[in-house]
């Protein structure tokens, strides 16, 4: 048995190398994205002329070319250093959708379409920005007084099952859709019930039985509001008060499920919080502070308003205004509003540091490997082809009626996209998610290779002690091929006439018990970014990564822990009054990137840059 892992392992160590080093970005973000030399604009030309080519009639075949060309959408990247990036924009606009009798006939940055559950994540960042931390952890019960009833009445029977732990359920879990309560709360529209009472043979086609309208009238006094949008008198409890008793999907905290109905909760959560209407709420936290002025909480119905607007089905269903839904799907926006919002996250303009750090972390996992969820962040893993390293993607999908949205946020990179659609016969959704697949492709290896050109440029090279009283140099490089780790390779490293760098990967190799026992690697020895202060102090802390990674092997889940998992194995493992040894801190220009110094701290030492 020994003997077969033995081989197990000895066949895989030759495997391509998995990259699987510190999360996080490899370089700084680039900060050219939009001159003609930068990767990423040569990348945006490639995706633009796909999609030329698919509006021709090619490009990504018939049904690319249909769902395109059938489509009204507007798409731009946003950057925190490269402001031009924005300028890297491309708007279609649909045969229908011209032709329309309302609504826009030019699409540009500034067009409005309605966001539909992008809403979810603009709700949540005002709640960020005006909530207490302890705030997120109250329970429903506390703010709906029928969900308080409901728990009293059903607390001496309790049933897990049929009735909704409301008061275990915190206004965090609701926003992170970890509730486990329904997605709508109520039947709508599509609901096999409501089909039925106006076609019985849909029940048929089921084998349901015929349903008391009666009874589901009663039940949810917002039925009506929220099917056909007709009257505004649904208020906020009474829609609570028809879900009270609706039966859970999973426990409380448990597993994520998408829900609308949690939103609509959230929106009345918010205003019972803060005492402020969701109206008031959205423009005191974010609309004003960033100069959103053409995202609306409500339907644009004014003349200079709407005939910016994509209307790409009829005015009912486009502006259709339920006020307590607007917190899950009932914004209006424009890719520039939205690209406001995403550098403003990127920038942390109107939460502190730590806050969006954490804002930014998932609260859960999915059934799938490369998707996770926070608040409510749609987080998706992006595994880059060359080398594989993980780069989170931040994503808030919105697919409702005619309109699709996304925005996206990589802080990675410092930098996003928002693509907004809209389609009278409704492939919207597919349109804008082909697009983005089109872009991610091309556009995020781009990224990862502007930043190591940038980082070459402002990096790399030879640093010697300033005036070179001591015989200390330490030389970076940045690998030349995309296919190699990242971040920078000590390829030399002497103080005071030791050769460190010898030293350094014998002793990695050991902090690691690797089967079979791995040779020292000097160029195993790489730096990345940890700290990044580039905004206020204008420097950049690294720290070493990992050791040679061979990353995932079947069936060795324990034991490959402490080779893959470097946060925890290799890091802050050598230090010197407490400072890692291989911490180096550069200072750099605010501007362009570019070294001024390289300070190594545990060597009390600061080292410039040979020119
Ligand atoms: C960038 O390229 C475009 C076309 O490829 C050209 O029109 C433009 O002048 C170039 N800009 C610069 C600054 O070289
Ligand atoms: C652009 O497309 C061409 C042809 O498909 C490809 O060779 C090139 O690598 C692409 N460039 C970028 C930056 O994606
Ligand atoms: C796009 O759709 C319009 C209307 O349906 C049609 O006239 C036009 O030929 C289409 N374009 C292409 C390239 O198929
Ligand atoms: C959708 O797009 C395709 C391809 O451009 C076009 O042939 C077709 O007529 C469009 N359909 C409608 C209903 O506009
Ligand atoms: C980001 O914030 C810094 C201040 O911390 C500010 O100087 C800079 O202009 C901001 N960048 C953008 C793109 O808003
Ligand atoms: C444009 O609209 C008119 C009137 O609504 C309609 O008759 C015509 O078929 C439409 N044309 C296209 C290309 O959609
Ligand atoms: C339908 O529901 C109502 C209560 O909402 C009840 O009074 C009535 O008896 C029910 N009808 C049938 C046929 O079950
Ligand atoms: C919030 O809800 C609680 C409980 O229902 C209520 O006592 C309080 O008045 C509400 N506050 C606001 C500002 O609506
Ligand atoms: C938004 O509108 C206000 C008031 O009309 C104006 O002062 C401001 O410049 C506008 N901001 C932007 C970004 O257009
Ligand atoms: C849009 O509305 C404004 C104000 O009502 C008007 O000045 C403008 O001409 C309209 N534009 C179009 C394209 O209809
Ligand atoms: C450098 O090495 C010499 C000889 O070992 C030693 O005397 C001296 O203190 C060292 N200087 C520093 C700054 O480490
Ligand atoms: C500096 O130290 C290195 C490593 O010990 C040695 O090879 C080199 O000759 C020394 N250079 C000088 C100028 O002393």
Excluded at 334 to 360: E, M, Q, Y
Excluded at 583 to 607: M, N, Q
Aim: charged fraction near 15%; charge should be negative; glycine fraction near 8%.
């Amino acid at each position: 048995m020994r003997v077969i892992n033995t081989l197990a392992f000895l066949v895989l160590y030759w495997a391509p190398t998995v990259h699987a080093g510190l999360p996080g970005a490899s370089y700084p973000p680039p900060r050219d994205i939009s001159s003609n030399s930068s990767s990423v604009s040569a990348a945006w030309k490639n995706v633009t002329k796909i999609l030329e080519q698919t509006l021709a009639g090619e490009g990504l075949g018939l049904v690319g070319s249909s769902l395109l060309n059938n489509s009204t959408f507007s798409m731009g990247l946003f950057s925190l250093y490269d402001k031009d990036a924005s300028f890297l924009q491309y708007h279609h606009i649909s045969p229908s959708t011209l032709n329309g009798t309302f609504g826009t006939t030019h699409v540009d940055s500034d067009t409005i379409y309605r966001v539909a559950s992008v809403s979810k994540l603009i709700t949540t960042y005002a709640g960020m920005v005006e909530l207490e931390d302890n705030d997120w952890n109250t329970p429903l019960t506390k703010i709906y007084p029928s969900l308080q009833k409901f728990i009293q009445t059903t607390s001496t029977d309790p049933d897990a099952v049929r009735n909704i732990g409301w008061d275990k359920i915190t206004v965090g879990d609701i926003a992170a859709h970890i509730g486990g309560i329904p997605r709508l709360g109520l039947p709508v529209a599509s609901d096999i019930a409501l089909l039925g009472t106006a076609d019985p043979s849909t029940l048929k086609v089921w084998g349901l039985p015929t349903p008391n309208v009666t009874q589901f009238v009663d039940q949810y006094p917002c039925l009506k509001d929220l099917q056909f949008g007709t009257d505004t008198e649904c208020g906020i409890q009474d829609y609570v008060q028809g879900i009270a008793s609706n039966p859970p999907r999973y426990l409380p905290g448990n597993s994520p499920l998408y829900s609308d109905s949690g939103f609509f909760l959230l929106g009345g959560a918010l205003s019972n919080l803060t005492g402020k209407s969701m109206d008031d709420l959205y423009r005191e936290a974010l609309f004003k502070p960033l100069g959103l002025n053409n995202t609306l909480s409500n339907p644009p119905t004014k003349p200079e308003l709407l005939n910016r607007t994509v209307i790409a089905s009829t005015l009912e269903t486009d502006l259709i205004n339920v006020p307590i839904t607007t917190p899950s799907g009932g914004i209006y926006s424009t890719i520039n509003d939205l690209s406001k919002i995403g550098i403003s996250i990127l920038n942390s303009t109107l939460l502190p540091v730590d806050r969006t750090n954490r804002w930014l972390q998932p609260v859960s996992f999915t059934g799938d490997l490369h998707y996770a969820l926070g608040r409510p962040w749609e987080i998706y893993r992006y595994v880059h082809p060359d080398n594989n390293v993980v780069t989170n993607i931040y994503t808030k999908l919105g697919d409702a009626g005619s309109y699709a949205s996304l925005l996206v946020v990589i802080p990675d990179f410092d930098f996003g996209f928002t693509i907004l659609g809209a389609s009278s016969l409704g492939v919207q959704t597919q349109a804008i998610q082909l697009i983005a697949d089109q872009l991610t492709n091309s556009i995020m290896p781009a990224l990862m290779d502007q930043a190591r050109r940038e980082a070459f440029k402002n990096l790399a090279g030879i640093y010697t002690h300033r005036g070179k009283a001591l015989n200390t140099s330490v030389t970076l490089t940045v690998p030349s091929s995309a296919k190699s780790a990242p971040g920078l390779v000590i390829s030399k490293w002497v103080s005071n006439s030791t050769d460190v760098i010898d030293q350094l990967a014998k002793t990695l190799v050991h902090l690691v018990p690797h089967i079979p026992q791995r040779p020292a690697n000097r160029n195993m020895v790489r730096i990345v970014p940890t700290i990044r202060d580039i905004a206020s102090s204008g420097q950049i802390a690294f720290q070493m990564e990992t050791v040679d990674p061979t990353g995932p092997i079947q069936g060795h889940m324990f034991s490959e822990m402490y080779n893959v998992g470097s946060w925890v194995s290799t890091i802050d493992q050598l230090t010197y009054h407490d400072i890692p040894i291989n911490e180096f801190v550069f200072s750099v220009d605010k501007k362009t990137g570019k070294v001024f110094s390289l300070s190594l701290p545990a060597y009390e030492i600061e080292l410039v840059r040979n020119e």
